[in-house]
């Protein structure tokens, strides 16, 4: 692939809690959600209510919350990683923990709450869709105040995930951790994932967009984001809010754009088995990329096929791939210039 302007390749605790050394420095810093998924897959996962029983071929407790996945697709493409967020003091959070730990992610800074439940999110995937429940429990707790600045002063990356989910407790202080983030060496990501209130945003979130170097929203977010009917007159407009953009777009790839030129790479289509985290693995090869010396296009590669990849098995992460793998999908990829009227 020969990508515009491409730049070659560079260079509270708990028992189940894996921490980073102090005073090393840390590839990427994830801050957002982090709770179990319970994962329904099958071609019919459509509830039957009326006290029906249906069997499904197959139910499975997995790593869920965006930024958890991001983290361990991150970790298992060779970043050092930490996690920020919020658990209960609970099996559901000690899972959590135990899981992610075995994974290399850091979980030092994951605040473990005795006054909530740890959130639970219920998928029912059909392998190219699925249905998202989630109760938020002590997700929505993780405030400004949780994130060590410490620990931002050691990181080359700050990526913040699932803003909707955060906005009430984080929303307040993000611009902040963003600016400190910032004058401490770091590039800053964010993906704000769907907003279940519907309301799609006020000045907190724009006041984090005009700081953060790059937003990560998938097609149907990054429409409802700037309020237009389309992603053709999308564009233009989250762009101009300040950061660079990179919408996901599923087995089409994805669209990069800088505020003066847009181009959309893709890699060669797998046949999924389920998409649950797709797009968080994309966030992870993206970042990989970007950490590597890569430019905006050829990271968005490794992030199209650290997403595709991941879509080989159920779950968020049983098949995140290894950097290797994800460089060999990527070194496939093509770059082309969308058409101005649907950047299709």
Same mark, same amino acid.
């Given at each position: 692939m020969s990508p515009p302007d491409a730049v070659p390749p560079g260079a509270g605790l708990h028992p189940d809690a894996a921490?980073?050394?102090p005073e090393q420095p840390v590839d990427l810093v994830v801050i957002g959600d982090c709770?179990? *998924?319970v994962l329904v897959l099958g071609d019919d996962v459509t509830p039957a209510f009326g006290q029906q029983e249906k069997l499904v071929p197959t139910m499975s407790l997995v790593v869920g919350g965006s930024a958890s996945i991001t983290a361990v697709a991150a970790a298992r493409l060779g970043l050092s990683v930490a996690l920020v967020a919020a658990v209960g *003091? *609970?099996?559901a @959070?000690?899972?959590m923990l135990g899981q992610l730990a075995g994974e290399g992610v850091a979980t030092?800074?994951?605040a473990v709450r005795g006054d909530a439940p740890t959130g639970m999110t219920v998928a029912l995937s059909n392998g190219g869709d699925r249905a998202i429940l989630t109760a938020l429990g002590a997700v929505g707790s993780l405030t400004a105040a949780d994130v060590p600045a410490a620990l931002l002063g050691r990181a080359r990356h700050v990526h913040i995930s699932s803003y909707f989910l955060l906005e009430d407790s984080l929303g307040p @202080?993000?611009?902040?951790v963003i600016s400190a983030a910032q004058a401490a060496g770091a590039t800053v990501s964010l993906d704000t994932n769907w907003d279940p209130s519907g309301r799609w945003g006020d000045g907190r979130l724009a006041a984090a967009l005009a700081r953060a170097d790059l937003l990560l929203p998938n097609e149907a977010e990054a429409i409802q984001l700037s309020g237009e009917p389309d992603l053709a007159a999308a564009v233009p407009v989250l762009t101009a809010a300040g950061p660079r953009l990179v919408v996901k777009l599923g087995a089409r790839g994805a669209l990069c754009a800088d505020g003066t030129r847009c181009y959309r790479v893709s890699v060669p289509p797998v046949t999924p088995v389920d998409a649950t985290g797709a797009g968080d693995c994309f966030n992870a090869g993206l970042i990989a990329g970007l950490l590597r010396g890569l430019g905006l296009a050829e990271a968005a590669a490794l @992030?199209?096929?650290a997403g595709a990849l991941s879509t080989r098995a159920p779950g968020g992460t049983a098949s995140c791939p290894d950097l290797p793998s994800a460089?060999?999908?990527a070194g496939t990829a093509t770059a082309t210039t969308p058409s101005p009227s649907t950047l299709a």
């Open positions: 921490a980073v050394p709770n179990p *998924d *003091d *609970d099996p @959070g000690q899972f030092d800074a994951v @202080g993000l611009a902040a @992030g199209c096929a460089l060999a999908v």
